[in-house]
């Protein structure tokens, strides 16, 4: 048997920088301030203020806040996420129903969370298991997602009205308590 | 390095059990033949290329290296490879989301220069299919290199719905064209003596047949209707593209005097397209989305906003009247084609002192796209 030495030609995850972990939670008694960032996917802003909207029936929203992204394929810059810290108690990024748009859109919320803003990131179900692998290389496995079904463009704003509200409790929960893995598909 | 001893009549196995390859067998990445490439382009194992801060990954040349060897590379090809891969760490390349969209793209690289034909690189007959080692191998390298080095991988973090070949190696020299037309590094600021790699993020090619008519017109026309194809996604959506002239194309249009800009200018302008002409493509206007689908005072909407967002090159070999033609995977928002100059190796970097250079001028078109 002749035995040879190989160049390992792959990179694999680095670790998590340290202290970087999703933000505190704690649940909110008094009306909060909600940042929502839109990626620009088509029904995407509408389904975000409709989740916006019932989300009020679970926690007290003071005020919400649209920041359109511009394009769904980038990710939130640092100057972005100062901004939004400051004028922000929570963030609900989407939509993620593509593969780019996904991996941004969780970027966003990864950001968020690392600055010490709760967030989370609604994507639609197929593609659960694909942020699941970018959560583990943006050092955030396990983390979670308010899952719609795929696709939204088609939905009618009753259709998303109906959506928002049957999500609504999932992301009260994933804003103030424990970060929960992705919902099963729907 | 990283290195992993196995038995050698098992090597190719063992590759594919570790989901080394893209599904072709690979050339084993000893160290000897790693440190051979590293060699040709005067790089040290731990040179870095680029990082993609949205994957917290940074590649080094020894990662280029080996991937290259895998390709199947020879040595004196891993300068050009350095250079395409140099090229999609540009931030406006957006590798980030190139590598991972529903919609697949190839990383299509376009060599222009002396170096394509040193080292035998194929710009005529079959230039897009088989049988040039080095076509094929510097495209497979780069890919090899995205895959291996960023995670993109099928069921990892390349969500690509269908993909097409190309996605596996997508690579042409361009022929220079006769005068007075220039050759896409000229267009680009470069000198004839330089070469050149410019890369896009595209869908695979589509071959276009024009033999019936050699009216400039005619032959660019029997182009925009593909780029007028309704469920292209770039349509109506201000993107980017390649076009691939060939021969007889080529000469119809030198013949009646045209430029290349002035063919630029009729794609563009005959490649806008009207609401009622994607409707009955099934397509709809997106409005309050992302992408700028505005109507311009014709009543059409365009899908290259700028005659320069059509990358238009001379290649391919004398035949019955064929020519291709690349659209962009997305608009420009998303990813923007990028050129750099082939570096010969030895050459001194610029003294930038402690706080590296700034480029006189240099911009990147918008913050947008950028990851």
């Known amino acids: 048997m002749s035995m040879i030495e190989l160049v390992v030609p792959v990179l694999m995850d680095e670790p998590p920088p340290a202290g970087l972990q999703p933000a505190a939670r704690r649940a909110f008694t008094k009306p909060i301030r909600v940042a ?8 995407a802003r509408e389904l975000l203020e409709a ?6 029936t679970h926690i007290p929203v003071a005020s919400s806040r649209l920041i359109a992204k511009g394009s769904a394929s980038r990710v939130i810059d640092d100057e972005e996420v100062e901004a939004i810290s400051a004028q922000a108690d929570v963030v609900i990024t989407g939509l993620g129903d593509c593969g780019a748009c996904s991996a941004c859109s969780l970027g966003d919320a990864v950001k968020m969370e690392a600055a010490g803003i709760p967030a989370t990131v609604v994507i639609t179900d197929v593609f659960t298991r694909h942020i699941a692998s970018f959560a583990t290389t943006l050092g955030m496995p396990g983390y979670h997602a308010a899952v719609v079904p795929h696709p939204i463009y088609a939905k009618d704003a009753e259709t998303l009205s109906q959506i928002a509200q049957e999500l609504a409790a999932v992301v009260a929960t994933q804003l103030q308590g424990e970060a929960v893995p992705p919902q099963r598909d729907r | 390095m990283s290195q992993i001893t196995v038995d050698e009549a098992e090597a190719i196995e063992f590759m594919y059990e570790q989901s080394w390859t893209d599904g072709l067998p690979v050339v084993p990445p000893t160290s000897a033949r790693v440190q051979a490439m590293l060699a040709a382009a005067g790089l040290s194992e731990d040179t870095i290329l680029g990082s993609v801060p949205s994957r917290r990954k940074t590649v080094s040349a020894n990662i280029a290296a080996s991937n290259a060897v895998m390709a199947g590379c020879r040595p004196e090809y ?10 999609v760490f540009d931030p406006a390349f957006n590798v980030n989301t190139v590598a991972t969209s529903t919609g697949g793209a190839a990383i299509c690289i376009i060599v222009s220069g002396p170096e394509a034909s040193r080292i035998g690189m194929n710009a005529e007959h079959n230039l897009l299919g088989s049988g040039n080692r080095a076509n094929a191998t510097i495209g497979r390298a780069v890919r090899l290199t995205v895959a291996n080095g960023l995670g993109a991988k099928t069921g990892k973090l390349d969500a690509s719905s269908i993909g097409h070949p190309g996605k596996i190696t997508l690579c042409f020299a361009e022929k220079d064209p006769d005068a007075p037309w220039p050759a896409l590094r000229l267009e680009h600021g470069y000198r004839p003596e330089d070469s050149t790699v410019t890369i896009m ?8 047949a024009q033999q019936l008519s050699e009216s400039p017109e005619d032959v660019l026309l029997a182009f925009t209707g593909a780029m007028k194809q309704p469920s292209q996604f770039i349509t109506g959506k201000r993107g980017q593209c390649v076009v691939i002239l060939g021969h007889e194309h080529a000469q119809s249009l030198r013949k009646a005097g045209w430029s290349k800009s002035q063919a630029r200018a009729f794609l563009a302008e005959h490649s ?3 609401p009622a002409e994607l409707a009955a493509g099934g397509i709809h206007v997106e409005s309050g989305a992302q992408h700028d689908m505005s109507i311009g005072a014709d009543g059409r909407i365009a899908t290259f906003a700028d005659p320069a967002d059509i990358t238009l090159v001379t290649a391919g070999g004398a035949g019955a009247g064929w020519s291709a033609y690349l659209p962009a995977w997305a608009p420009k928002q998303h990813s923007l084609s990028i050129t750099r100059r082939l570096r010969p190796v030895g050459e001194a970097l610029p003294d930038c002192g402690p706080d590296g250079c700034a480029l006189p001028g240099f911009e990147y078109p918008s913050k947008e796209g950028l990851s």
């Open chain 1, 36 to 43: 929502l960032i839109d990626n620009g996917k088509p029904k």
């Open chain 2, 272 to 274: 806008r397209i009207s």
């Open chain 2, 201 to 208: 993020a595209t869908e695979g090619p589509r071959q276009i």
């Open chain 1, 51 to 56: 989740i916006c909207k019932a989300l009020n």
């Open chain 2, 78 to 87: 891993f300068p050009l490879v350095v250079t395409a891969i140099e090229a």
